[in-house]
């Protein structure tokens, strides 16, 4: 059992959520579900998405925590806070309830670099590299 490697990701359209945190339209629900069963769940591979109501858990990528953070960061280090776009993966029940420490831990680093002192190993090392994808409708 194993995750996706990434190459499913590249070989079909990202799903992109319309705004920061934003929940999948109806439309974007099936498409979530139709990637999951056919490549499971990305983080642990399982085909059985686990929830009652037989749909995949739409995980935002990167966590929305994570996203809300860097925005943080980013206007506090002088920036627009623009953030990249973030994809909706199907994850199972199961990983989705233990994703959430981990986020958790993420934030936590990413707000401290927000705090003085800074250094050149500070801020900028987490940074997204890449520019805020355009917006399907
Ligand atoms: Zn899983």
């Known amino acids: ?36 069963n056919k490549y499971g769940c990305y983080t642990c591979g399982t085909k059985n998405p686990g929830t009652p109501s037989g749909n995949w858990v739409a995980d935002h990528f990167p966590p929305t925590a994570v996203v ?14 623009d953030v990249p776009a973030q994809a909706f993966r199907p994850q199972c029940q199961d990983c989705s309830r233990t994703q959430g420490g981990r986020v958790k831990q993420h934030v936590e680093t990413i707000k401290s670099w927000a ?4 250094s050149p190993q500070n801020p900028k090392t987490c940074r997204q590299p890449h520019k805020p994808r355009a917006r399907k409708r």
């Open 1 to 36: 059992m194993g995750g996706w490697s990434g190459a499913q990701e590249n070989q079909a359209d990202p799903i992109l959520a319309n705004g920061v945190g934003a929940k999948p339209t109806a439309n974007q629900q099936k498409k979530i579900n139709e990637r999951g």
């Open 68 to 81: 809300k953070a860097i925005q943080e960061l980013d206007r506090a280090t002088g920036g627009t806070g």
């Open 115 to 118: 705090q003085p002192p800074y």
